[in-house]
């Protein structure tokens, strides 16, 4: 992405615009982005005589400069720009909140091969990803984010760009992927093809995601690529950004409408003893014939411990699996959980998992 990034920030052009023009005959910059005055919350000019003045160097300190960065980033720059000292707060919360997510897509990847030797085997389970897993899904919208953003920085529409970031990190991630995906990292034996396509879309969005936030969070951007790739002699700002395009499914739309009828259904069986969606079984007949090809993911995406499809249209009915024995490593209570030799409740999947892991000691 270096070439779309060849611009100067500058608020004061002549002093080197004259210069330049003068000894070498051309300007010292492609582009020129120019901001309004800062100002204080309440619209007046900031002096050190008013009181209102921020100490750049407090900033820093307190803050750091990333978060600083960050909320220069979700400024709109074409008029005056207020500043006080609870608007870094805010920037501090939102850029805790993008490195969170990259930490939590760094921790679960620990036992990928990530590097450029492994790129044939990272493209081959990529290529096997349906359209309708939860995995496409997520590589859609980063084929979406990353376009956007593009624009966005080509445009010099800074806030723009941060919003689309952390909307992405914050909704797509957090709120819907991250949550659906837990089980199978947590859970799934070390190989399976549900985890692994899982780990190859965390990969994928993180290097994706550093590449994206490099201009705005250099530091961050940096520091998580050195150590996705382990490498602290390489610098993301060196290395050119490689394009993401996925397509999944156009009924995604419609499975996650019924999501959210689905999530207020569980929110209402609270009423009914449920706190854990996972002491929940689901039986839902709107749009089965879609349902159907989305069955897969149907649990993780709904967060419930098993989900069964009807051809009655009107029904949605949440039911209390309490009484049912629960799985001891996933918690789940699906209709496979038993006690094995061991004395302990697993579920089938669970169980192959564990035997697995103790071929592997």
Not at 177 to 202: G, I
């Amino acid at each position: 992405m270096v070439e779309v990034y060849q611009f100067v920030l500058s608020c004061a052009t002549e002093p080197s615009l004259l210069p330049s023009l003068g000894v070498n005959q051309i300007s010292p910059f492609k582009s020129v982005l120019t901001h309004g005055f800062i100002v204080d919350k309440n619209g007046r000019k900031m002096s050190k005589s008013e009181g209102n003045a921020l100490n750049v160097d407090d900033l820093l300190k307190q803050y750091g400069a990333e978060v600083c960065r960050w909320w220069v980033s979700s400024l709109a720059f074409e008029n005056d720009i207020k500043a006080d000292i609870s608007y870094f707060q805010v920037a501090s919360e939102g850029y805790r909140k993008i490195r969170n997510t990259l930490r939590f897509l760094h921790s679960n990847i620990f036992d990928l091969d990530v590097l450029e030797s492994n790129k044939g085997e990272r493209d081959k389970v990529l290529s096997e990803i349906k359209d309708t897993s939860i995995n496409a899904y997520c590589l859609e919208k980063l084929t979406d984010l990353q376009n956007e953003v593009k624009t966005a920085y080509t445009e010099f529409k800074f806030k723009t760009a941060s919003t689309l970031l952390y909307d992405f990190c914050n909704d797509t991630l957090s709120s819907l992927y991250c949550v659906a995906v837990k089980d199978r990292l947590y859970c799934d034996s070390k190989k399976s093809k549900a985890r692994l396509e899982t780990q190859h879309t965390l990969w994928l969005t993180l290097d994706t995601l550093c590449h994206l936030l490099a201009p705005i969070l250099p530091h961050t951007a940096d520091e998580m690529f050195q150590t996705l790739y382990n490498n602290k002699n390489e610098s993301i700002h060196l290395h050119r950004f490689q394009s993401v395009s996925f397509k999944a499914s156009s009924k995604w739309s419609a499975v996650l409408e019924i999501r959210s009828d689905v999530l207020k259904a569980l929110e209402e069986s609270k009423a009914n003893g449920i706190e854990n969606t996972l002491d929940a079984g689901l039986t839902i007949g709107k749009k089965a014939s879609i349902l159907v090809d989305f069955q897969d993911d149907l649990a993780d995406l709904f967060s419930v411990s098993r989900v069964t499809i009807t051809q009655n249209p009107d029904e949605l009915s949440i039911q209390n699996l309490r009484e049912e024995p629960r799985c001891e490593r996933s918690w789940k209570r699906d209709k496979t959980v038993k006690e094995r030799e061991n004395g302990i409740l697993l579920s089938d999947r669970d169980f192959e998992a564990v035997e697995q892991s103790k071929v592997v000691l």
